[in-house]
């Protein structure tokens, strides 16, 4: 390619609505250029990076045995009544009408259309397993789109499915695709880790998250220092306790705290460690009459170390809570403990509630807690002594660097990463739903086990340029970079030495099979240099008079400080080399 017949279209200055550092490269380069809030063209540029991607995906996903196909955009909300997404995926689901007032809806992910297709074809045991596998555009209606392609509303996913006649022969499909996920993943050439991580609401009880390491990660990415243990904050656990709760100490005394309504400042006015302070948290649960009017409500009270915080996830799967809870009012607070929200605890309420503490809380002497009177703390608070055990011991709260890994292999660590694959084990959550089954050896039929694994195609980029950039620009990895080389002839419109070399150098690479742009636009070296390190093409080959009178060219990686000196003779032989490397 040559960029006088290519589509360059740097800027200086990133738009003011450019938040984070892959939003502001991408666009400064000339990537992507905003139709509408998270809706985005990609230009020429960054088109050839997202088709790298795919090109890498789909080779890796084929050596696995999936099947290409294509879903439609647009679905029918038939299917997704089947399963009931069509009333709880809410908002995020963008529902349309046609012209005859049928219902539809734009996907943002595809498990009753691939469902619907199992159904009509795949009839007999023999046919199993199988694994459709699609690159397609997905609309998601976020409420607040931000971050470049980071979080936009439309998208490129690749989104596979397999289909297997029991749970073994599922996990051994999920297996399979864990596998080539990270085949995928290492040919990026980008630093990940791969996570256990909670299936949210696409459903299923097994799942990890393929997370690239960056310091502006939305989510928390733990991890052992002595071992491979790995998971998202949502799914990351806490090690039990290892040491049984000590016997009390001191006496229950209820001590004046004026003003001081946190853990944080109730430890510092009583001079004690904030460990030794307890949270109140709470919460209720609804139930439905059968006009689905709020029947019963049911208070909960969760119990945390005043320098932990409640993992919503894990609560959500508490018997009793079931993910349907919301945080308590003001007025059933005060119905309940008597006192506004800073001085709750567990001594002395005005009507009953379930009792839930963490496994750390219920191991713990002589706390600190609310008195259930403004102004008021109790301290040498103990278990059986001041009130009774809790209804419920669970891990609810967020891990912290410096747990104990729950394997019992070092210590845990926290970094950022940024989501871009996630692959899940569904059994029979969509197959049941729209009664997708078989006929099993027996000549019986049977409910599909199956498993769904995304990859962000769109996503990827940015995240990659998170991790890959410096104060001039992107540092694409070769595998995924919209050109591997560039050449730059200095003065190539004035001196023919300059052009018949960066023409032979051209032809050669190409023929070597070289993604290679030479820039024959007679731009002045400054500026020619500053697009290119801003779009991120990791080798530079620079021609000019001075060093061809020398037999000399120059080479920089773009993330070499200084251009190294080659002999214009040897240097199709050197890029190949480094290529190769």
Same mark, same amino acid.
């Given at each position: 390619?040559?960029?006088?017949?290519?589509?360059?279209?740097?800027?200086?200055?990133?738009?003011?609505?450019?938040?984070?550092?892959?939003?502001?490269?991408?666009?400064?380069?000339?990537?992507?250029?905003?139709?509408?809030?998270?809706?985005?063209?990609?230009?020429?540029?960054?088109?050839?990076?997202?088709?790298?991607?795919?090109?890498?995906?789909?080779?890796?996903?084929?050596?696995?045995?999936?099947?290409?196909?294509?879903?439609?955009?647009?679905?029918?909300?038939?299917?997704?009544?089947? =399963?009931?997404?069509?009333?709880?995926?809410?908002?995020?689901?963008?529902?349309?009408?046609?012209?005859?007032?049928?219902?539809?809806?734009?996907?943002?992910?595809?498990?009753?259309?691939?469902?619907?297709?199992?159904?009509?074809? /795949?009839?007999?045991?023999?046919?199993?397993?199988?694994? +459709?596998?699609?690159?397609?555009?997905? /609309?998601?209606?976020?409420?607040?789109?931000? /971050?470049?392609?980071?979080?936009?509303?439309?998208f490129v996913m690749k989104d596979a499915y397999s289909f297997d006649r029991d749970e073994a022969g599922a996990k051994a499909s999920y297996q399979i695709m864990a596998r080539a996920?990270?085949?995928?993943?290492?040919? /990026?050439?980008?630093?990940?880790?791969?996570?256990?991580?909670?299936?949210?609401?696409?459903?299923?009880?097994?799942?990890?998250?393929?997370?690239?390491?960056?310091? =502006?990660?939305?989510?928390?990415?733990?991890?052992?220092?002595?071992?491979?243990?790995?998971?998202?904050?949502?799914?990351?656990?806490?090690?039990a306790p290892a040491a049984p709760r000590p016997g009390a100490g001191q006496a229950l005394t209820k001590t004046p705290t004026p003003g001081k309504s946190t853990c944080a400042d109730?430890?510092?006015? +009583?001079?004690?460690? +904030?460990?030794?302070?307890?949270?109140?948290?709470v919460l209720a649960t609804d139930t439905l009459d059968d006009q689905g009017e709020v029947g019963k409500t049911q208070v909960w009270l969760l119990l945390l170390r005043g320098d932990?915080?409640?993992? %919503?996830?894990?609560?959500?799967?508490?018997?009793?809570?079931?993910?349907?809870?919301?945080?308590?009012?003001?007025?059933?607070?005060?119905?309940?403990?008597?006192?506004?929200?800073?001085?709750?605890?567990?001594?002395?309420?005005?009507?009953?509630?379930?009792?839930?503490?963490?496994?750390?809380?219920?191991?713990?002497?002589?706390?600190?807690?609310?008195?259930?009177?403004?102004?008021?703390?109790?301290?040498?608070?103990?278990?059986?002594?001041?009130?009774?055990?809790?209804?419920?011991?669970?891990?609810?709260?967020?891990?912290?660097?410096?747990?104990?890994?729950?394997?019992?292999?070092?210590?845990?660590?926290?970094?950022?990463?940024?989501?871009?694959?996630?692959?899940?084990?569904?059994?029979?959550?969509?197959?049941?739903?729209?009664?997708?089954?078989?006929?099993?050896?027996?000549?019986?039929?049977?409910?599909?086990?199956?498993?769904?694994?995304?990859?962000?195609?769109?996503?990827?980029?940015?995240?990659?340029?998170?991790?890959?950039?410096? %104060?001039?620009?992107?540092?694409?990895?070769?595998?995924?970079?919209?050109?591997?080389?560039?050449?730059?002839?200095?003065?190539?419109?004035?001196?023919?030495?300059?052009?018949?070399?960066?023409?032979?150098?051209?032809?050669? +690479?190409?023929?070597?099979?070289?993604?290679?742009?030479?820039?024959?636009?007679?731009?002045?070296?400054?500026?020619?240099?500053?697009?290119?390190?801003?779009?991120?093409?990791?080798?530079?080959?620079?021609?000019?008079?001075?060093?061809?009178?020398?037999?000399?060219?120059?080479?920089?990686?773009?993330?070499?400080?200084?251009?190294?000196?080659?002999?214009?003779?040897?240097? =199709?032989?050197?890029?190949?080399?480094?290529?190769?490397?």
């Open positions: 390619m040559k960029a006088s017949q290519f589509l360059i279209s740097t800027l200086k200055e990133a738009p003011a609505d450019a938040e984070v550092v892959s939003h502001q490269l991408m666009t400064r380069a000339g990537m992507i250029k905003r139709l509408s809030a998270g809706v985005y063209t990609y230009m020429p540029m960054g088109l050839r990076v997202i088709r790298k991607v795919e090109a890498i995906v789909r080779e890796e996903m084929n050596r696995a045995g999936a099947v290409e196909c294509s879903m439609p955009v647009v679905q029918p909300a038939e299917l997704w009544r089947e =399963t009931g997404r069509f009333q709880t995926m809410g908002p995020e689901l963008l529902r349309i009408q046609d012209r005859h007032e049928r219902d539809f809806v734009v996907q943002p992910t595809s498990e009753e259309a691939v469902t619907d297709i199992a159904r009509q074809d /795949f009839r007999s045991y023999k046919q199993l397993p199988k694994n +459709l596998y699609q690159i397609q555009t997905k /609309f998601r209606d976020e409420r607040r789109p931000r /971050f470049g392609l980071m979080r936009g509303r439309e996920y990270r085949a995928i993943f290492d040919r /990026f050439g980008l630093s990940y880790r791969a996570v256990a991580a909670d299936s949210g609401a696409i459903g299923g009880d097994l799942s990890e998250e393929f997370q690239v390491i960056a310091s =502006t990660g939305e989510d928390a990415i733990v991890y052992s220092t002595g071992s491979g243990y790995a998971a998202n904050m949502e799914k990351a656990e806490s090690a109730v430890a510092e006015l +009583l001079s004690i460690p +904030l460990k030794s302070t307890v949270k109140s948290l932990h915080d409640m993992n %919503e996830i894990k609560v959500g799967k508490l018997p009793g809570l079931n993910e349907s809870f919301r945080f308590a009012t003001v007025p059933e607070i005060i119905e309940h403990f008597g006192t506004k929200p800073g001085y709750l605890g567990p001594i002395q309420l005005k009507k009953p509630v379930k009792v839930v503490a963490d496994r750390e809380v219920a191991v713990m002497a002589d706390w600190v807690c609310g008195a259930n009177e403004e102004d008021f703390h109790l301290t040498g608070v103990n278990w059986g002594r001041d009130l009774p055990e809790p209804d419920l011991v669970a891990d609810i709260r967020n891990v912290v660097a410096g747990d104990p890994s729950p394997d019992g292999q070092g210590e845990l660590a926290i970094q950022r990463g940024i989501e871009v694959g996630h692959i899940f084990f569904l059994g029979t959550k969509y197959s049941k739903a729209m009664n997708a089954t078989f006929l099993d050896e027996d000549g019986k039929p049977k409910h599909f086990q199956m498993g769904c694994y995304g990859i962000g195609v769109t996503r990827l980029p940015a995240a990659a340029i998170e991790q890959n950039h410096d %104060e001039r620009g992107i540092i694409w990895p070769d595998a995924i970079a919209p050109f591997t080389l560039v050449i730059c002839p200095v003065g190539m419109d004035r001196s023919e030495a300059v052009k018949a070399s960066a023409e032979s150098l051209y032809q050669d +690479l190409v023929a070597a099979g070289v993604d290679v742009i030479l820039d024959d636009r007679g731009e002045r070296p400054g500026a020619m240099f500053a697009d290119w390190e801003l779009i991120g093409v990791p080798h530079r080959v620079t021609i000019g008079d001075r060093g061809l009178k020398e037999g000399q060219v120059e080479y920089q990686h773009r993330r070499d400080a200084a251009p190294t000196k080659v002999a214009a003779a040897d240097i =199709t032989a050197f890029v190949k080399g480094r290529l190769g490397a």
